[in-house]
């Protein structure tokens, strides 16, 4: 008999913190300075339609889900640096070129993450 009670409590508890209507996704790594972790799941989370995400530096935070979208990587002209450069961010902040503005793209760091980086020109570019 408590076995089935508390079967019926932790289903109780199971769906009140699981909030099936949120859809989409965390955003790439978030350039803030919140590198402590203030979440390990959506549970925390007390606005709707939020989701724990993480930081650039290590840490997560409660932010806006982004909605799904049809993505179509674009990638932009010329090549990554030969040899890695930029800050020592070892959290990926893009996927593809089209995460990145202008002509920045999407490259290795010498953390070996991907940054928005701009790209050297191709060896038919070169004069």
Not at 4 to 29: A, E, H, Q, R, W
């Amino acid at each position: 008999m408590y076995y089935f009670l508390l079967l019926f409590v932790l289903s109780l508890v199971n769906i009140s913190s699981c909030d099936p209507d949120i859809t989409g996704s965390c955003p790439p790594s978030l350039p803030v300075d919140v590198c402590d972790e203030t979440c390990r799941s959506d549970i925390p989370c007390t606005k709707p339609k939020q989701m724990c995400c993480a930081t650039a530096c290590g840490g997560s935070i409660c932010v806006d889900a982004m909605t799904h979208r049809n993505k179509v990587d674009e990638v932009k002209p010329g090549l990554c640096p030969e040899k890695p450069r930029g800050p020592w961010i070892c959290t990926n902040m893009c996927t593809s070129d089209s995460d990145c503005r202008r002509v920045l793209k999407c490259c290795p760091n010498r953390c070996g993450a991907n940054t928005c980086q701009k790209p050297e020109a191709q060896p038919s570019d070169r004069k």
